[in-house]
Protein backbone atom coordinates (compact mmCIF):
# COMPACT_ATOMS: atom_id res chain seq x y z
CA UNK A 1 0.00 0.00 0.00
CA UNK A 2 0.98 3.84 0.04
CA UNK A 3 2.59 4.97 2.79
CA UNK A 4 2.64 8.59 4.35
CA UNK A 5 5.70 9.23 6.47
CA UNK A 6 4.50 12.56 9.05
CA UNK A 7 7.78 13.91 11.36
CA UNK A 8 7.97 14.70 14.01
CA UNK A 9 5.43 12.30 15.90
CA UNK A 10 5.86 14.99 18.56
CA UNK A 11 7.23 18.32 19.64
CA UNK A 12 7.06 20.26 22.48
CA UNK A 13 7.65 23.78 21.60
CA UNK A 14 8.06 27.30 23.36
CA UNK A 15 5.65 30.35 22.78
CA UNK A 16 6.20 32.08 20.12
CA UNK A 17 8.57 30.21 18.29
CA UNK A 18 8.36 28.11 14.88
CA UNK A 19 7.26 24.49 14.21
CA UNK A 20 7.77 22.92 10.99
CA UNK A 21 6.37 19.85 10.55
CA UNK A 22 6.99 17.33 7.32
CA UNK A 23 4.89 14.96 5.23
CA UNK A 24 6.31 12.48 3.22
CA UNK A 25 4.73 10.09 0.70
CA UNK A 26 7.06 7.22 0.50
CA UNK A 27 6.49 5.41 -2.39
CA UNK A 28 3.90 7.37 -4.62
CA UNK A 29 3.90 11.03 -6.16
CA UNK A 30 1.55 12.98 -4.23
CA UNK A 31 -0.49 15.48 -6.65
CA UNK A 32 -2.61 16.37 -3.38
CA UNK A 33 -1.58 16.76 0.57
CA UNK A 34 -4.34 17.91 3.01
CA UNK A 35 -3.38 19.11 6.60
CA UNK A 36 -6.15 18.63 9.32
CA UNK A 37 -5.97 19.40 12.49
CA UNK A 38 -7.63 17.45 15.63
CA UNK A 39 -8.57 18.42 19.20
CA UNK A 40 -8.98 16.25 21.63
CA UNK A 41 -11.82 13.70 21.45
CA UNK A 42 -13.26 15.30 18.18
CA UNK A 43 -13.04 14.68 14.84
CA UNK A 44 -10.61 15.94 12.19
CA UNK A 45 -11.27 19.46 10.49
CA UNK A 46 -9.40 20.08 7.40
CA UNK A 47 -6.79 23.12 7.38
CA UNK A 48 -5.90 23.35 3.93
CA UNK A 49 -4.95 21.51 0.50
CA UNK A 50 -2.17 21.56 -1.24
CA UNK A 51 -1.22 20.73 -4.78
CA UNK A 52 2.44 20.82 -5.64
CA UNK A 53 4.04 23.89 -6.73
CA UNK A 54 0.89 26.26 -6.22
CA UNK A 55 -0.25 27.51 -3.20
CA UNK A 56 -2.55 26.32 -0.41
CA UNK A 57 -6.07 26.39 -0.45
CA UNK A 58 -7.26 27.16 3.41
CA UNK A 59 -10.36 26.62 5.01
CA UNK A 60 -12.49 29.51 6.06
CA UNK A 61 -11.05 30.47 9.39
CA UNK A 62 -7.50 29.20 8.86
CA UNK A 63 -5.17 31.78 9.25
CA UNK A 64 -2.81 31.55 5.67
CA UNK A 65 -0.21 33.87 7.60
CA UNK A 66 0.01 31.53 10.72
CA UNK A 67 -0.09 28.08 9.25
CA UNK A 68 2.60 28.07 6.46
CA UNK A 69 1.79 25.22 3.73
CA UNK A 70 4.36 24.90 1.25
CA UNK A 71 4.02 21.70 -1.34
CA UNK A 72 7.45 21.84 -2.83
CA UNK A 73 7.53 18.23 -4.65
CA UNK A 74 5.82 15.64 -5.36
CA UNK A 75 6.42 13.59 -2.32
CA UNK A 76 6.87 16.12 -0.05
CA UNK A 77 4.54 19.18 1.84
CA UNK A 78 5.54 21.03 5.28
CA UNK A 79 3.16 23.03 7.47
CA UNK A 80 5.15 25.49 9.68
CA UNK A 81 3.02 27.07 12.54
CA UNK A 82 4.47 30.51 13.19
CA UNK A 83 4.60 32.04 16.27
CA UNK A 84 3.05 29.50 18.34
CA UNK A 85 0.56 29.84 21.63
CA UNK A 86 -0.93 27.53 23.88
CA UNK A 87 -3.91 27.84 21.59
CA UNK A 88 -2.25 26.31 18.99
CA UNK A 89 -1.39 22.81 20.44
CA UNK A 90 -3.04 20.38 19.11
CA UNK A 91 -2.63 16.95 16.92
CA UNK A 92 -1.81 17.45 13.31
CA UNK A 93 -2.46 15.15 10.67
CA UNK A 94 -1.45 15.03 6.58
CA UNK A 95 -2.77 13.07 4.26
CA UNK A 96 -1.64 12.50 0.70
CA UNK A 97 -3.43 11.65 -2.47
CA UNK A 98 -1.91 10.30 -6.05
CA UNK A 99 -3.18 10.00 -9.39
CA UNK A 100 -4.48 6.73 -11.05
CA UNK A 101 -5.27 3.61 -8.60
CA UNK A 102 -4.21 6.08 -5.66
CA UNK A 103 -6.40 9.09 -6.24
CA UNK A 104 -9.48 8.03 -4.99
CA UNK A 105 -8.36 7.45 -1.49
CA UNK A 106 -6.33 9.33 0.61
CA UNK A 107 -3.41 7.96 2.70
CA UNK A 108 -2.60 9.41 6.40
CA UNK A 109 0.38 10.21 8.08
CA UNK A 110 0.66 9.13 11.73
CA UNK A 111 0.49 12.61 12.73
CA UNK A 112 2.21 15.29 15.06
CA UNK A 113 1.09 15.87 18.28
CA UNK A 114 2.14 19.64 19.38
CA UNK A 115 2.57 21.27 22.48
CA UNK A 116 3.28 24.78 22.91
CA UNK A 117 4.58 25.88 26.53
CA UNK B 1 -21.22 21.04 0.53
CA UNK B 2 -21.35 17.67 2.42
CA UNK B 3 -21.68 16.28 5.63
CA UNK B 4 -21.54 13.40 8.04
CA UNK B 5 -23.47 12.45 10.97
CA UNK B 6 -21.90 9.65 13.34
CA UNK B 7 -25.18 9.13 15.86
CA UNK B 8 -23.37 7.71 18.50
CA UNK B 9 -20.34 8.95 20.15
CA UNK B 10 -19.57 5.95 22.34
CA UNK B 11 -20.41 2.33 21.92
CA UNK B 12 -20.09 0.19 24.41
CA UNK B 13 -19.95 -3.77 23.63
CA UNK B 14 -18.82 -7.31 24.68
CA UNK B 15 -16.40 -9.30 23.66
CA UNK B 16 -17.70 -11.53 20.64
CA UNK B 17 -20.63 -9.66 20.10
CA UNK B 18 -21.84 -7.88 16.77
CA UNK B 19 -21.32 -4.62 16.86
CA UNK B 20 -22.61 -1.55 14.31
CA UNK B 21 -21.53 1.88 14.00
CA UNK B 22 -23.57 4.37 12.51
CA UNK B 23 -23.13 6.74 9.56
CA UNK B 24 -25.68 9.35 7.83
CA UNK B 25 -24.12 11.54 5.13
CA UNK B 26 -25.76 14.53 3.00
CA UNK B 27 -24.68 15.72 -0.26
CA UNK B 28 -25.98 17.23 -3.54
CA UNK B 29 -23.26 15.29 -5.61
CA UNK B 30 -22.16 11.71 -5.90
CA UNK B 31 -19.65 11.01 -3.28
CA UNK B 32 -17.18 7.97 -1.90
CA UNK B 33 -17.66 6.91 1.16
CA UNK B 34 -15.03 5.55 3.98
CA UNK B 35 -14.70 4.24 6.93
CA UNK B 36 -11.16 5.23 9.15
CA UNK B 37 -10.06 3.74 12.64
CA UNK B 38 -7.80 5.76 14.74
CA UNK B 39 -5.84 4.32 17.63
CA UNK B 40 -4.45 6.75 20.26
CA UNK B 41 -1.96 9.52 19.18
CA UNK B 42 -2.00 7.98 15.69
CA UNK B 43 -3.23 8.60 12.36
CA UNK B 44 -5.59 7.13 10.57
CA UNK B 45 -5.93 3.80 9.07
CA UNK B 46 -8.49 3.17 5.90
CA UNK B 47 -11.00 0.13 7.07
CA UNK B 48 -12.69 0.32 3.87
CA UNK B 49 -14.52 1.91 1.12
CA UNK B 50 -17.50 2.52 -1.12
CA UNK B 51 -16.62 4.27 -4.61
CA UNK B 52 -19.15 2.24 -6.73
CA UNK B 53 -20.58 -0.95 -7.64
CA UNK B 54 -22.10 -3.43 -4.48
CA UNK B 55 -23.59 -1.69 -1.86
CA UNK B 56 -21.97 -4.45 0.33
CA UNK B 57 -18.35 -3.52 1.16
CA UNK B 58 -15.77 -5.55 2.89
CA UNK B 59 -12.82 -4.19 4.50
CA UNK B 60 -10.20 -5.22 6.76
CA UNK B 61 -10.16 -6.79 10.18
CA UNK B 62 -13.62 -8.36 9.73
CA UNK B 63 -15.26 -5.02 9.01
CA UNK B 64 -18.12 -4.67 6.45
CA UNK B 65 -20.32 -1.63 5.55
CA UNK B 66 -23.42 -0.84 3.57
CA UNK B 67 -24.31 1.72 1.70
CA UNK B 68 -27.59 2.21 1.49
CA UNK B 69 -28.35 5.15 -1.01
CA UNK B 70 -32.23 5.96 -0.30
CA UNK B 71 -31.30 6.04 3.22
CA UNK B 72 -28.01 8.20 2.97
CA UNK B 73 -26.06 5.86 4.97
CA UNK B 74 -23.20 4.14 5.24
CA UNK B 75 -22.72 1.94 8.42
CA UNK B 76 -20.02 -0.39 9.44
CA UNK B 77 -20.36 -3.63 11.02
CA UNK B 78 -18.60 -6.40 12.15
CA UNK B 79 -20.21 -9.97 13.43
CA UNK B 80 -17.64 -10.86 16.33
CA UNK B 81 -15.48 -7.35 18.10
CA UNK B 82 -12.07 -7.88 19.44
CA UNK B 83 -10.20 -6.12 22.68
CA UNK B 84 -8.36 -4.80 19.86
CA UNK B 85 -10.85 -3.27 18.18
CA UNK B 86 -11.16 -0.56 20.81
CA UNK B 87 -10.70 2.65 18.98
CA UNK B 88 -12.68 5.39 17.24
CA UNK B 89 -14.21 5.07 13.82
CA UNK B 90 -14.76 8.36 11.51
CA UNK B 91 -16.59 8.07 8.93
CA UNK B 92 -15.97 10.05 5.90
CA UNK B 93 -17.20 11.14 2.89
CA UNK B 94 -15.48 13.03 -0.44
CA UNK B 95 -16.87 13.77 -3.58
CA UNK B 96 -16.19 11.81 -6.41
CA UNK B 97 -14.60 14.21 -8.60
CA UNK B 98 -12.09 17.73 -8.19
CA UNK B 99 -9.86 17.55 -4.65
CA UNK B 100 -11.91 15.43 -2.96
CA UNK B 101 -10.97 16.75 0.85
CA UNK B 102 -12.45 14.36 3.07
CA UNK B 103 -15.23 15.14 5.50
CA UNK B 104 -15.66 13.00 8.44
CA UNK B 105 -18.29 12.41 11.14
CA UNK B 106 -17.78 13.48 14.72
CA UNK B 107 -16.67 9.62 15.28
CA UNK B 108 -17.75 6.66 17.27
CA UNK B 109 -16.04 5.72 20.34
CA UNK B 110 -16.19 1.89 20.08
CA UNK B 111 -15.17 0.36 23.52
CA UNK B 112 -14.93 -3.39 23.79
CA UNK B 113 -15.46 -5.27 26.83
CA UNK B 114 -14.02 -8.54 28.03
Known amino acids: GAVVSQHPSWVICKSGTSVKIECRSLDFQATTMFWYRQFPKQSLMLMATSNEGSKATYEQGVEKDKFLINHASLTLSTLTVTSAHPEDSSFYIC?????????????FGQGTRLTVV | AQSVTQLDSQVPVFEEAPVELRCNYSSSVSVYLFWYVQYPNQGLQLLLKYLSGSTLVKGINGFEAEFNKSQTSFHLRKPSVHISDTAEYFCAVSMDTGRRALTFGSGTRLQVQP
Open chain 1, 95 to 107: SARGDGNRATEAF
